[in-house]
């Protein structure tokens, strides 16, 4: 029933699916695409998606050097940059996305406006704002100088423009997001535009077994 290169397999015979034809009852035998896993800076003024049609410069052109097609995990707003994950395992993408299975992610923003502890105090426990939840956030309060401070933002949900929205809510403009971490993965000293593959072991080690890989 198996046959390679054309001939009876035998027991105990090894052949490579990326060079040998391997048939069983006739049918050839492809390899499993190789999962691929990669750590991105995203610069400013890219788009996560794969296309666009408004021919803005995207995420994976940045990655297609990897050879194969990856997808985002969560995203990362055209303004916004720093790091960025891109897999094609679709499964652990999701996993990965979802809030309770508690991935936080922490940005380095800065801001126009007058920050108070008051300010910073109200989005602690989290808020509704148009008529949607967000979730609470660990805000600390960095460098400043006039109107612009830096603050350091953890978060858990990661929705649509969740910073941006929090900050204009109690009187504050963004001037540049930077994510810093996505769970356990850190932009460390990722230039921009530099990618950067993450071994299965490591994943294996910062994921655990309950990620399938």
Known sequence: ???????????????????????????PV????????????KPRGYVTTLSDERGRPTAAELVADCGTRVYPVGRLDLNSEGLLLLTNNGELSRMLELPQNGWSRRYKVKVHGRVSQNKIDSLA???TIDGVNYGPVKIVLGESQGTN??????????????????????GLEVARLIRLSYGPFQLGGLKKGEVREVPQKVLKEQLGEKFKL
Do not use: F
């Open 1 to 27: 029933r198996v046959r390679v290169n054309g001939e009876t397999a035998t027991v105990g015979q090894s052949a490579d699916p990326e060079t040998d034809t391997i048939c069983v009852d006739g049918v």
């Open 125 to 127: 426990g989290g808020v």
């Open 149 to 170: 401070s830096w603050l350091t933002i953890t978060l858990q949900e990661g929705k649509n423009r969740e910073i941006r929205r929090l900050m204009k809510h109690v």
């Open 30 to 41: 492809t390899p499993p695409e190789r999962r691929v896993y990669l750590m991105l800076n």
